[in-house]
């Protein structure tokens, strides 16, 4: 296996630096796993900012832009129905080969399947095989998601004291709005920069370009941590190992559910003020898109700030006390704020706003929120399990299901659709809160 051979050179250099720098320390996990998630969010993103911008035009130009925008949003939604599938191949080789294997292929393939995306060739020159080979990298794209999941963010709110853990849990969640950040950025900068005709020529591929570089970054850093011996040996003691999906989903399906369940209020509204308005202001406004673009990178400093609170929140008055009155929060949001996006450039900003102060609350804390009633044996691969079905009720299919509401019922119909996330949640978070102290 070329690739295992890959990844133990990647480890060889990753243990000599740590031996040179003595270890690394509780700040280096912290920004190891920043890096880490800001590098898959970036890929995301890109590829979402995309299926608005590029895609619906030189994969679909057969059709109207709102039918091509949702074709792109439907190949979008291909990555979370292959993650639990990437989480089942990758925890098969983390058991066999280890974690750095598991992590350099893993990070491999997904900074390929972002990067190849970037030659993709149009309908024009080969007609529908276009869509297929669009659909075949999402998917590359979502199979690698699911070996990503290198446990640190679970490493290192295990090892936060206990009055502190809502401020270690939203440490891996800041990832999201600083991909969104850097990728919007990027965008703005070629779309304002370039003629539209040489933006869909040649400009949409340099973000993509960018994205294989940031996961060799990332890839180093992870494995930094993941091949230090005293992690390691924390890792075997606080039995973070795989097990075998099919064993836990049997023994422990119930919990899995109610985790996957429990963030989709913050998992709804994650594509709600970051992919989906994009969609409408590009086909149904007359605003700029860079200045949206801009709009959107200014929403994920708020994102940060809120994430940042959300920890300071948690720690004071509980996280589950947090994340149910973000829910009814998010509720009342979905009932008013999408008919902004009609309300001109200050409805735009307002809207994003408080979209993303609402989300960085909630997404700070979503992440585990369900974990500790998995026995430790199981807990590395329930988690990850529940986060791909989170993503993949929550998520995945959001964009596509908003903005075909939005175009047949009106705005207010997307609304709805974060709404009944809201309820999931309130729901989930009630079910789990009586299962805990059914076992007290």
């Known amino acids: 296996m070329s690739q295992v051979s890959a990844a133990n050179t990647v480890e060889r250099d990753a243990r000599i630096v740590d031996t040179r720098h003595h270890g690394v320390n509780p700040g280096e996990i912290a920004i190891g796993v920043i890096i ?39 190949i979008f939604a291909l990555a979370f129905i292959a993650r639990p599938f990437g989480t089942w191949t990758f925890m098969t080789i983390d058991r066999h080969f280890g974690k750095s294997v598991k992590l350099t292929i893993a ?44 446990g640190l963010a679970s490493l290192l709110a295990m090892n936060a004291p206990k009055r502190n853990r809502g401020w270690y849990a939203m440490i891996p969640q800041l990832g999201a709005p600083l991909g969104l950040m850097v990728a919007s950025g990027l965008f703005a900068f070629f779309v304002g920069l370039l003629s539209s005709a040489d933006f869909l020529e040649w400009g949409w591929q340099f973000p993509f370009f960018v994205a294989f570089a ?19 040996r924390q890792f075997e003691n606080r039995e973070l190992q795989a097990s075998r999906v099919r064993r836990t989903v049997r023994e422990h399906g119930r919990t899995i ?35 949206f673009l801009l709009i959107e990178a200014f929403g994920s400093v708020v994102g940060v700030l809120a994430i940042v609170l959300s920890g300071v929140l948690a720690d004071r008055f509980g996280r589950r006390n947090l994340l149910t009155a973000l829910a009814a929060l998010i509720a009342i949001y979905s009932g008013f704020a999408p008919q902004l996006l009609d309300g001109g450039e200050m409805g735009e900003l307002i809207y994003m706003v408080i ?17 500790s009633n998995f026995p430790r044996a199981f807990r590395y691969t329930g988690s990850a399990l529940v986060s791909d079905l989170a993503w993949l009720f929550g998520a995945g299919f959001a964009p596509f299901v908003a903005l075909f509401l939005a175009d047949y019922f009106g705005l207010i119909a997307a609304g709805f659709y974060l709404l009944s996330g809201a309820i999931c949640t309130l729901v989930a978070l009630t079910i789990n809160r009586r299962m805990e102290i059914a076992t007290d």
Do not use: K
């Open 36 to 74: 880490g998630r800001t590098s898959e969010f970036f890929d995301f993103f890109v590829f979402a900012i995309a299926s608005v911008l590029v895609f619906p035009q030189r994969v679909f130009p057969y059709v109207d832009p709102l039918t091509g925008t949702l074709y792109s949003f439907a």
């Open 107 to 150: 990070l491999f393939l997904l900074g390929t399947s972002t990067v190849i995306v970037a030659f993709l060739p149009s309908y024009d020159q080969i007609g529908s095989g276009a869509a297929w080979l669009l659909a075949l990298f999402r998917i590359g794209q979502g199979m690698a998601l699911g070996g990503t999941w290198d």
């Open 214 to 232: 940031i996961n060799v970054v990332a890839l180093f850093a992870r494995l930094r941590i993941v091949v230090t011996p005293d992690y390691v």
């Open 257 to 291: 559910v109610i985790g996957a369940f429990a963030p989709l209020a913050s998992f709804a509204l994650f594509h709600m003020v970051t992919v989906f308005p994009l969609s409408w202001v590009y086909l149904f406004t007359e605003q700029s898109t860079t200045r």
């Open 355 to 371: 979209g993303f102060g609402l989300l960085g609350l909630s997404f700070g804390q979503c992440s585990g929120a369900v974990a």
